[in-house]
């Protein structure tokens, strides 16, 4: 890929009630971290990690701190997919080479938080860039790079009852997918990029970026219920993830008591938005 972009880094879920969240997923049979908290803010977090990408549920800790905009959010459009942040291997290039096909990217800008360890508090450290994003909300795609990522990543917080190995897909709902299709060529390369009649793909390491328009959803997700309150495009609808045997996967829902659909001819299992604060979630078999 170019620009040093190396894959996805890690997903953003906003949630309503932090510690309710937790116990959802943990339910839905993921391991997460101790807390996180964003130093002078008012939100904090846990994550699910895996070997190169992760999950974030962000939640608001405290109504009286800045909430980057979080509050408002949720308040318009409720839980779910606030956006992703795709990984690179050296910023400082990244931000010149982003800048020099005609992305204005601002950054790296520091960004610390408070990591709740059972033997003490430490001081994970990243390096942010931001850039007109198309496709999703203004902040919901950025880059991200780990200054301190053994900080992030013990081997028991790895292994999760699932079974998820990492993130496969995402799929986001848009007005127009072919709009995007130079924008995420100067940012992912043209090889990166598939057009099809009804969805713009954009390949970032392991991981793809679905686009596709709410009138062709049906191609994706066959027979899928979306609610008269669904909310605004650009909506970021669904995650798939590879587990490594999907029959363990459905036993462990099943032993949570976990409601989930089997489709595609069993090849994958499916979770409503409403049983993964606002995500609609598949799980499926490694290719």
């Known amino acids: 890929m170019p620009h040093s972009i190396t894959g996805l880094d890690h997903t953003l879920v906003g ?24 130093i002078g803010w008012g939100t904090a977090n846990y994550c699910i990690m895996f070997d190169e990408d992760y999950i974030e549920l962000l ?11 979080l509050d408002t959010l949720l308040a318009q459009r409720g839980e ?9 291997s050296d910023p400082d290039h990244t931000v010149e080479s982003l800048r020099s096909v005609g992305i204005q990217a601002t950054g790296p800008h520091e960004l610390k938080r408070k990591l709740e360890l059972p033997e003490g508090d430490v001081i994970p450290e990243f390096k942010l860039i931001r850039f ?7 902040q919901g795609l950025f880059i991200c790079h ?5 900080l992030i990543r013990r081997p028991e917080w790895l292994v999760h009852k699932n079974g998820v190995k990492y993130i496969q897909s ?17 940012l992912c390369g043209r090889l990166n990029v598939t ?48 587990v490594e045997d999907l029959s363990k996967t459905a036993g462990c829902l099943s032993d949570n008591d976990v409601q989930f ?7 994958s299992l499916r979770i409503q938005p409403s049983n993964a604060c606002g995500v609609l979630i598949e799980f499926t078999d490694a290719i």
């Open 15 to 38: 949630v309503a009630d932090l510690e309710q969240a937790r116990k959802t997923y943990e339910k839905l049979g993921f391991t997460t971290t101790p807390r996180g908290s964003h």
């Open 195 to 242: 057009v099809t009649d009804a969805t713009v793909s954009v390949r970032a390491g392991r991981m793809s970026l679905i686009f596709v328009a709410e009138k062709d959803l049906d191609l994706l997700f066959p027979g899928l219920f979306i609610s008269d309150d669904f909310p605004d495009l650009p909506h970021i609808l669904s995650m798939t993830m590879v």
């Open 170 to 186: 995402m799929v986001v709902l848009v007005e127009d997918p072919k709009s995007l299709v130079e924008h995420y060529e100067r």
């Open 80 to 88: 779910g997919m606030l956006g992703l942040a795709f990984s690179c």
């Open 59 to 69: 939640g608001i800790v405290d109504e009286n701190k800045e909430t980057n905009g």
């Open 132 to 138: 007109p994003t198309e496709g999703v909300s203004k």
């Open 146 to 150: 780990h200054l301190t990522p053994e």
């Open 261 to 267: 659909q089997k489709i595609a001819a069993g090849k």
